[in-house]
């Protein structure tokens, strides 16, 4: 199989969230698929098996575990098949659904993706789930930003939201890497959304992902995807609204998630961005 090497949401290879594309892995067991992630180690790699209708089935893996959904590799894998076959509309089949995808390409050659996630939604977590996340985190409840509730969001994938009230409090990442990840696999959740929220149309993120075997994903756009249900559904911003999410910054890979969240509460939120091959 010939397996591609992209940086997602961003212009710059040494930035961004590298993933694995496999533009046609017709024919692949799912221990093949696995272990090629394995070897990749990115945060993801994405698998694409083209359909007779023209349609893409795609699936997702970790250094660890398949996952049903993947922002940055779905951007990746989508602008790759772009730089391959031409921009245009792409209809993905996810073990989360059906995630419709348009890629652009600009006079400069700079290829853009722009996902429509399935319908979002949100559950609360309960107090006693709370404090075991934040005891995990190592996080005290002093550090929470108390407009934005700490609340699990789906929008492909879940991901609990936890807002920090200062930007500096994100900038620290120091979490218990066993007992974060016995929690989230308990839990079944993908990713942690840590996020500043610098104002209504800025947010800063960082996402802990101990059951990929990855201590920080650089720029997580199933999460994003995800906020921006979780905003939506609890009226935390006006509508229809454009978000901007920097990501990646404390890891020295600044990537940049553009979050379009129309007022329809069925509809899926809109996640776009670059992608560059990795040499």
Not at 76 to 92: D, K, T
């Amino acid at each position: 199989m010939q397996i591609l090497r992209y940086a997602a949401f961003t212009t710059d290879p040494a930035g961004g969230n590298p993933a694995g594309v496999v533009l046609d892995a017709t024919g692949l067991t799912d221990s093949e698929m696995q272990a090629a992630a394995a070897r990749v180690n990115y945060s993801e790699s994405a698998f694409l098996l083209p359909r007779p209708d023209g349609d893409l089935d795609v699936r997702y893996f970790s250094p660890l575990a398949e996952v049903p959904f993947c922002g940055h590799a779905t951007v990746a894998a989508s602008v790759a098949h772009a730089a391959a076959n031409g921009a245009g509309p792409l209809r993905l089949h996810t073990r989360a659904g059906l995630v419709e995808v348009s890629t652009t390409e600009s006079e400069v050659g700079e290829i853009t993706a722009t996902l429509v996630s399935v319908t979002p939604r949100t559950e609360e977590i309960s107090a006693e789930v709370r404090t075991a996340l934040l005891s995990a985190l190592r996080w005290d409840p002093a550090d929470l930003d108390v407009v934005l509730p700490v609340r699990a969001a789906y929008a492909g994938a879940w991901h609990p939201v936890v807002a920090a009230g200062t930007r500096a409090r994100l900038a620290e990442l120091n979490y218990d890497f066993p007992a974060l990840s016995d929690l989230m696999a308990e839990q079944g959740w993908t990713t942690i959304q840590l996020i500043h929220r610098e104002s209504e149309s800025v947010v800063h993120s960082r996402n802990p992902f101990p059951p990929g075997g990855v201590v920080e994903d650089p720029a997580t756009g199933a999460a994003a995807a995800a906020l921006g249900g979780y905003l939506r559904e609890l009226g935390l911003v006006t509508l229809p609204a454009a978000l901007t999410i920097y990501q990646g910054d404390d890891l020295g890979r600044p990537g940049v998630i553009t979050v379009g969240i129309p007022t329809d509460p069925t509809a899926g939120i809109h996640i776009t961005g670059h992608a560059v091959p990795i040499d």
